[in-house]
């Protein structure tokens, strides 16, 4: 038996019986994927409470020469739930409560074996799902290496994939189901912080490109985000993928003519092939290739399977004749929501380096306008300059949607920020407190002040005078930094040492760099590094 055995629309009830009924005396269920897909798109439908307490009472009321076996056959279909969706009997307290009420009747009723099939006590713990951000310990060893131009592009590829991970495998079902629903991100933090993340992303290209100063430069970075690309598509992290040629693709990237003439015609080669994988050129048929002949652990492109969604949203009514569930539209989403799902219990093999996972968070939470980004694009190469040649190797046609839930930004979270800001200043005394007594010397700050004029004096650092830094003091100079001067354009914080108010987007005198807190951090951070480097 399987749906084509209810036809095109079933009652809830219908279908619930349909499911019991398909595992046999002994408890076992065949190869249908019915129970599955009931179980896994019930929520489009009632809430987890409802169904389990639907179970509960068809329990309850089972009557009949076969209720034992019928009742059986009941608890195989909750152990079956339990078994494939246990993140739900952790994260759902009212689920739990009515779980552990079914084994109380159970044990009633005199069914000892049906109280141990619906035992829940054992699942993991899911709590890291309701947590914005997570931390996980890592055993590789080393320094961070806190600056792009001294990272391999497989580093920063397998440090975005941790990011994208942790980001992808919070995204709960009711996530994807109320962004269809409702076709906006309110009261959806988790959905929302994923976009966050991709806009993010694509922003940071464009800013990577836009802090160096000559041509050369910046067609250096765009070349070595290509080859990050490329290890993207290695790791089949398509949606950051997406991200990357979508930034590379903005019109403040696509628009500097003598930036692109320094390209290779091999760099433009691949350029050519990633923009085509991920082009939205029939319905994104390359991508679903790639997508499709992938196997293990992968990050589809959110944008592409939630346009699906919403598109059998649109053409199918969730109901049919009032109560009965439309089981051509189910079918059809299941496809979808079954994927996306499945891959998030995936496992990867990444093992990152939290120092530069850090920064990359902090770096990706700052805020930039569309307009801010463009000013400095044409900052850099002015319209009609004549310096630019025009450059076959200048895309000419936008095929990537930069963001594909625009207007997305990350929230200005004190305490996130602060968190980073944190274990930033933590990373430089791992690196650098060589006594490990939480202290930096003046010997040691003056070392390094000495390649950052705009870095505060060492008093000003040392509150207390004691002639030494601590982090606590370090800490504090940095959130005085970022307060002192927030962004009034928006919720990130820009700001230059010298407290000089700027009219128009530049670039630090001292490393050439686009102005903003980040580069700062990381600059400071990564001179420290090479500092400490030279001294071994």
């Known amino acids: ?47 987890s409470t409802e169904l389990a307490g639907k179970l509960l009472s068809i329990y309850r009321d089972a009557s009949g020469e076969k209720c034992s076996e019928f009742r059986l056959k009941i608890c195989c279909f909750m152990r ?37 099939l619906i035992d829940i006590s054992s699942i993991p713990s899911y709590d890291w799902m309701r947590r914005v951000t997570q931390r996980k310990k890592t055993s590789k060893k080393g320094k961070a290496c806190l600056l792009f131009d001294h990272l391999e592009p497989v580093e920063l590829a397998e440090h975005l994939t941790f990011l994208e991970h942790k980001s992808f495998r919070r995204i709960a079902f009711t996530d994807y189901q109320s962004y269809v629903i409702h076709g906006c991100l309110e009261n959806n933090p988790t959905l929302e912080r994923s976009i966050a993340l991709f806009n993010g992303i694509s922003k940071w290209v464009q800013l990577m490109v836009l802090s160096k100063p000559t041509p050369q430069q910046r067609a250096d970075v765009i070349t ?30 696509s628009r500097l003519k003598e930036t692109h003439s320094h390209l290779s015609s091999e760099v433009t080669k691949d350029w050519n092939e990633m923009t085509e994988l991920v082009s939205s050129n029939g319905n994104y048929c390359n991508y679903r290739k790639a997508f499709a002949d992938s196997v293990g652990f992968k990050i589809p492109i959110l944008g592409v399977h939630l346009k699906d969604l919403i598109a059998v949203h649109v053409i199918f009514p969730d109901w049919i004749d009032e109560n ?3 089981i051509v539209k189910m ?118 002040a000495a390649n950052f004029p705009f870095l505060d004096s060492f008093c000003v650092l040392d ?23 927030q962004c009034k354009m928006g919720p990130g914080f820009m700001h230059n040492f010298h407290e000089m108010t700027y009219l128009k ?19 400071i951070t990564y001179r420290l590094s090479q500092t400490q480097d030279m001294m071994n």
């Open 463 to 485: 509150k207390d005078q004691d002639g030494l830094i601590s982090k606590e003091e370090m800490m504090a100079y940095f959130l005085r930094a970022k307060s002192q001067l």
């Open 80 to 116: 079956y739930w339990i078994l494939e969706f246990p993140a739900e009997f952790n994260l759902d307290l009212g689920l739990i409560r009515l779980t552990e009420e079914f084994r109380e009747v159970a044990s009633q009723l005199g069914y000892e074996e049906h109280v141990h």
């Open 1 to 47: 038996m399987g749906s084509n055995t209810l036809g095109k629309a079933a009652t809830l009830d219908e279908l619930l019986n349909t499911c019991i009924e398909m595992f046999d005396n002994k408890g076992h269920l065949g190869t249908s994927h019915l129970p599955r897909m009931v179980l896994l798109m019930h929520r489009w439908y009632l809430p």
């Open 324 to 326: 009965k569930v439309n």
């Open 224 to 253: 070595k985000f290509i080859n990050v690309a490329q290890k993207l598509l290695h790791l089949q992290n398509f949606n950051t993928l997406m991200a990357v040629v979508g930034g590379l693709s903005h019109s403040s990237i």
């Open 331 to 448: 079918q059809q989403l299941s496809i979808t929501l079954n994927e996306l799902v499945s891959l998030q219990t995936a496992t990867h093999h990444l093992e990152p380096n939290m120092d530069l996972i850090n920064l990359l968070t902090l770096s990706l939470d700052l805020y930039h306008t569309e307009d801010d980004i463009y000013k400095l694009s044409l900052v850099l190469e002015p319209r009609n300059s004549k310096s630019q040649p025009t450059s076959p190797t200048t895309p000419n046609k936008p095929v990537v949607p930069l963001e594909w839930a625009s207007g997305v930004l990350p929230k200005p979270d004190p305490t996130i920020i602060n968190k980073h800001i944190r274990k930033l200043v933590d990373s430089v005394f791992r690196n650098y407190d060589h006594d490990h007594d939480g202290y930096i010397s003046q010997e040691d700050f003056e070392s390094i």
């Open 505 to 523: 987007p530049t670039f630090c005198e001292h490393c050439a760099g686009f102005v903003s807190m980040f580069l700062a951090l990381s600059c």
